[in-house]
């Protein structure tokens, strides 16, 4: 079993949408966690990061931590064609060492 | 500021060669991480430095090996390539270990193993 699980796609949604992007793990110590945003042939761009549960708003973007169910989102409001990018989620328990799901592959269609 | 840079851009190497992979972390940075990334497939952690020392490995075997310099850019080095070396590397800098979770990648370098 993989550390993350995320469902690869590919998303495709209409402009303004509200876009819900998730990921599973099953190492209950795992207490950071990360969004980042890859365009192609790029180097991930962090987005948002999150210790231990609860949510964080940062603009368009809410990211959310549930411990119990083992389960983090991010939620991206108003959806822009800019927005269209491949999301991985990344996590970890020592804060050194991260493990990344596969990505979302989104397009945010004008 | 200046965000961290990766050289080259592209490789392409024969299975069987050594390649060494740099990386300029961002100003202020002392902590950087390398990561693998197969195509269609997230970062997998290499292995991390501060402050000129490893500090924590992954899953990925000796021929893989790295060090870190006064200044603390980095490089990667891999012996004897395999084809499924094929990746992107990339690595990242945050700004201390304990912040490791706020780390700021490069764009990659592709190495293309044949």
């Known amino acids: 079993q993989k550390e993350v699980e995320q469902d690869p796609g590919p998303l495709s949604v209409p402009e303004g949408a509200i876009v819900s992007l998730n990921c599973t793990y099953s190492?209950?110590?795992?207490?950071?966690f990360m969004w980042y945003r890859q365009y192609s042939r790029k180097g991930p761009e962090l987005l948002m990061y999150?210790?231990?549960?609860g949510n964080k708003e940062d603009g368009r973007f809410t990211a959310q931590v549930d411990k119990s169910s083992k389960y983090i989102s991010l939620f991206i409001r108003d959806s822009q064609p800019s927005d269209s990018a491949t999301y991985l989620c990344?996590?970890?328990?020592?804060?050194?060492?991260?493990?990344f799901g596969t990505g979302t592959s989104l397009t945010v269609i004008p | 500021e200046t965000g961290v840079t990766q050289s080259p851009t592209h490789l392409i190497k024969t299975r069987g060669q050594q390649v060494t992979l740099r990386c300029s972390s961002q100003?202020?940075?002392?902590?950087v991480s390398w990561y693998q990334q197969a195509l269609g497939q997230g970062p997998q952690f290499i292995f991390q430095?501060?402050?000129?020392?490893?500090?924590g490995r992954g899953n990925f075997p000796p021929r893989f090996s790295g060090l870190q310099f006064p200044n603390y850019s980095s490089e990667l080095n891999v012996n004897a390539l395999e084809l499924d070396d094929s990746a992107l590397y990339l690595c990242?800098?945050?700004?201390?270990?304990?912040?490791?979770?706020?780390?700021?990648f490069g764009p990659g370098t592709r190495l293309t193993v044949t």
């Open positions: 990242a800098s945050s700004l201390e270990l304990a912040e490791t979770y706020e780390q700021y």
């Open positions: 190492n209950s110590a795992f207490q950071y």
């Open positions: 999150t210790y231990s549960s």
């Open positions: 990344a996590m970890g328990d020592t804060g050194n060492q991260f493990y």
């Open positions: 100003s202020g940075h002392n902590t």
């Open positions: 430095y501060y402050r000129e020392e490893e500090n």
